[in-house]
């Protein structure tokens, strides 16, 4: 593949991800992935700056993805995430696939593997003819909620107030995240007293 040196970030994610996805799905075979962060946030609609794609899928998924590309997993653990990942660049493009992720906030944590709901209720989106699985913004916010990511708060939030969401996902969601109850009442602050949202993330 190649692509024009003046394309923007947006365009050159959206040209190499419909051949990733495709690489990831064989790696997966019925494994669970899905395009998780601001690029799913952005699939979806929500004008969020997205500079990378991230994916999740299970440990084995991603080794297997690993050989394929001829990529070594390694394990990482900064201040939001831990997980054995992978780490690639695709024409400029920093590519992250994160095998059994946890995800750390300043109270508490999420593991997507221990929600089943998510997986469950995954929206494809088609991009160039190929069907990608993200995570639905009802997580996006979930998540954005127990990061303290006060931006994709309002961003995810605003989208969901606009175009409607599931709130019965979202139950299913803070209940299977086991998620302390400030945080659930804050994710529930942003989408019933829209006013509150920026106090969300305090």
């Avoid at 190649?2 to 997966?28: F, K, M, S, T, W």
């Avoid at 660049?89 to 095998?99: A, I, L, N, Q």
Wanted: hydrophobic letters at 45%.
């Amino acid at each position: 593949m190649n692509l024009e040196p003046g394309l923007d970030p947006e365009e050159r994610q959206q040209a190499i991800l419909g051949p990733l996805v495709r690489v990831i799905q064989e790696a997966a075979a019925d494994q669970p992935w899905a395009l998780i962060g601001a690029a799913s946030a952005r699939l979806q609609g929500v004008q969020v700056p997205a500079t990378n794609l991230e994916f999740i899928t299970t440990e084995s998924a991603l080794l297997a993805l690993g050989e394929m590309l001829g990529v070594a997993a390694d394990w990482g653990q900064g201040t939001h995430l831990a997980a054995n990942r992978l780490h690639f660049m695709r024409h400029g493009v920093p590519v992250f696939v994160f095998g059994d992720p946890v995800f750390h906030g300043p109270y508490e944590s999420l593991a997507p593997r221990e929600v089943p709901s998510l997986w469950d209720a995954r929206v494809k989106v088609d991009c160039r003819g190929t069907g990608v699985l993200c995570t639905p913004l009802e997580w996006e916010l979930v998540l954005a909620v127990v990061l303290g990511a006060s931006h994709r708060i309002e961003a995810v939030g605003q989208k969901m107030l606009d175009h409607g969401y599931d709130s019965r996902l979202v139950v299913r969601l803070l209940r299977e995240g086991r998620v302390a109850r400030h945080t659930e009442e804050a994710v529930w602050a942003v989408l019933e007293h829209p006013d509150t949202k920026s106090s969300a993330a305090e």
